[in-house]
């Protein structure tokens, strides 16, 4: 269960993705967040709540046009995903499988190469280059998208944290990643144990109170501009299967790594 709720909330993106999109839009100046009085407007909005929503269908028409490129981008991103897990799982079944060849301690990509030398033996080079050039901008993006969720997100809740200048949560946030990153590879542990942790933190337990923070989301707006009743279902039902998912995937490693 861990690992099959891992590919789906992945697919699904990962929920920094939905946390940071609305300061991702301020960062760049896009919409009424180039607007000089930014601040006032966001003060303004923050104490009256989603009051401050027009109720006009005009008003509520332009709200919903505005939502067009993330739906768009968050979609297609789903999708491009979605494709590529499944070729992957497919191209794992017909090559692998047959080979025995399962990932395991320090050799987690390696076995892949067989798909690759399927096509042509040229390709063999070419998906380790791809694979150094995705390592690489994941190490170089992580620091930034952490520092980004932890203030946009806590930042939310504790007004301390809102008028914490980023670069000072940056820091904070880079020294205990390096810190931690430290320690653990001093303790010795397996890639794929950190690759367990972080998926049952993130694409597990994570998924699933983002999709209760949706449905608390949607429950505080007014009607006008709470999801459709399809959407709100399969909301409902995905955070219960997560649910599921998250409290299994809990068990499963409490027993893995801590039982007996």
Known sequence: PLELATLFGYIGGG?????VY?????LHGWGMSSSPQIEEIRDYARDRGPIYLSHEKEEVRKANKHLTTIRWDIGLGAFVLFFVSCA?????????HPRHLLPGGYVLLSHQKAIWEQLSPVMVPVYYVTILAALWGTLYAIPELYAR????????????????PYRK??????????????????????PVTMMDIAAMISTNIGIMLVCYGVLWLNASLPREYRMGKVF?????ITAAILTLVSAVSVTQMWAKYLGN
């Not at 609305?22 to 301020?26: E, I, R, T």
């Not at 880079?174 to 810190?179: A, C, D, K, L, M």
């Open 15 to 19: 929920m920094s993705l939905y946390v």
């Open 22 to 26: 609305a300061h991702w839009a301020a």
């Open 149 to 164: 969720v932890n203030h946009e997100f806590l930042g939310a809740l504790f007004p301390t944290i809102r008028r914490t």
């Open 88 to 96: 992957f799982l497919v191209a794992g079944a017909a090559v692998l």
């Open 232 to 236: 709100l279902v399969g909301i409902i």
């Open 169 to 190: 949560v940056f820091l904070y946030v880079g020294i205990y990643i390096g810190v931690v990153s430290v320690f653990v590879m001093w303790t010795g542990m397996k």
